[in-house]
């Protein structure tokens, strides 16, 4: 069993391009606001719809991809975790925030390219992990035998 999950997968819409910035080390570092909404009927049967903002954080080269691929109005799935961290204001105020630490995103729509041609549908921005390290994709299903669906005469059944 695990002793504690922190995880989050989401799937909305960008609100503004993302910002993409850097840290004096020079580390660079996107955020990006999305939308989710949720719909339901009232007792009366009126269509209700609230949407939730949240705010995505990503580091490094995942950063750049973002700012590269992302704009207001895509529509992204992203996976992270919860973050709260603890900042003073301009006016010496105390404030709390809770953000997504993004780990992987996805691009759940065709994306037109600088050429005018539609991309794959689901792009993928590679989690950080993947972007460091060239892993080859690698198949865990053994290879089908020819005629593996057909049972063999010589077969013997069990029972």
Do not use: C
């Not at 990503?58 to 973050?83: F, P």
């Amino acid at each position: 069993m695990a002793r504690s999950l922190n995880k989050v997968m989401l799937i909305g819409h960008l609100g503004a391009d993302p910002e993409l910035r850097y840290t004096p080390s020079g580390v660079p570092v996107a955020t990006f606001r999305i939308a989710t909404n949720e719909t339901w009927r009232d007792a009366e049967g009126k269509p209700q719809e609230k949407t939730e903002w949240h705010t995505i954080v990503v580091w490094r080269k995942l950063a750049e991809l973002t700012n590269d691929l992302l704009k207001k109005g895509s529509r992204v799935y992203v996976e992270g975790h919860l973050q709260t961290r603890t900042y003073e204001d301009k006016n010496g105020i105390r404030r709390t925030v809770t953000e997504i630490v993004a780990d992987d995103i996805i691009l759940l729509e065709p994306r037109i390219a600088k050429n005018g041609t539609v991309q794959e549908v689901q792009q993928r921005i590679a989690p950080q992990e993947q972007i460091e390290t060239d892993i080859p994709d690698i198949s865990l299903e053994p290879p089908q035998e020819p005629n593996a669906d057909k049972p063999s005469e010589d077969d013997e059944l069990p029972f």
